[in-house]
T-cell receptor, first 113, second 111 residues
Framework: DQQVKQNSPSLSVQEGRISILNCDYT??????FLWYKKYPAEGPTFLIS?????DKNEDGRFTVFLNKSAKHLSLHIVPSQPGDSAVYFC????????????FGQGTRLTINP | DAEITQSPRHKITETGRQVTLACHQT?????MFWYRQDLGHGLRLIHY???????NKGEVSDGYSVSRSNTEDLPLTLESAASSQTSVYFC??????????FGNGTRLTVT
């Protein structure tokens, strides 16, 4: 039972354009969401997060949007750069419970010059 | 700088052997986690610990064990390695409410 789903295994975007990565979740108890970025042969690194009390959080070129009614979040990268090519994982947790992150399957983003 | 280190980076072992993967963090975090990454599954939680002498099972704990004798280390042991345990293993640590900091992973192949 996949509680966090990233239905697009891969995404290819032109440099300079917007990249939009999507994530859906099924557990309504999740109240904190994170995006991680992973390069080959490295561990995932934290990118951006959002609490369920917000619907948007922005950090430079990265913005995460949360739609609680649809149980959907998305990560926008504008403008996309070649260094953004990586695998992106969406993750969620119940902040007042065990601090266990539940991850999605990941989306491989490729930025083309 | 604080860091989290996993060793070895690569390991090949035979079915039925006991294997231990090391994880050492200098963040002084209480929380430590082991995940495995497999294609199509993302990162799945194996075991986790909230402090010394505390260990808990994650969603894919069968065939794995951990022990926490100090703050810095959480070794992961495969009691009797199976081919289904061929994977990339990531250790992570965090403060309460903080983001996870991951190591660079151990690629384990069970032949």
């Amino acid at each position: 039972d996949q509680q966090v789903k990233q239905n697009s295994p891969s995404l290819s975007v032109q440099e300079g354009r917007i990249s939009i990565l999507n994530c859906d979740y099924t557990n309504s108890m999740f109240d904190y969401f994170l995006w991680y970025k992973k390069y080959p042969a490295e561990g995932p690194t934290f990118l951006i997060s959002i609490s369920s009390i917000k619907d948007k959080n922005e950090d430079g070129r990265f913005t995460v949007f949360l739609n609680k009614s649809a149980k959907h979040l998305s990560l926008h990268i504008v403008p996309s750069q070649p260094g953004d090519s990586a695998v992106y994982f969406c993750a969620a947790l119940v902040s007042r419970g065990a601090q266990k992150l539940v991850f999605g399957q990941g989306t491989r983003l490729t930025i083309n010059p | 700088d604080a860091e989290i280190t996993q060793s070895p980076r690569h390991k090949i072992t035979e079915t039925g052997r006991q294997v231990t993967l090391a994880c050492h963090q200098t963040w002084n975090h209480n929380n430590m986690f082991w995940y495995r990454q497999d294609l199509g599954h993302g990162l799945r939680l194996i075991h986790y610990s909230y402090g010394v002498q505390d260990t808990n099972k994650g969603e894919v704990s069968d065939g794995y064990s951990v022990s926490r004798s100090n703050t810095e280390d959480l070794p992961l042991t495969l009691e009797s390695a199976a081919s289904s345990q061929t994977s990339v293993y990531f250790c992570a640590s965090s403060d309460y409410g903080g983001p996870l900091h991951f190591g660079n992973g151990t690629r384990l192949t069970v032949t």
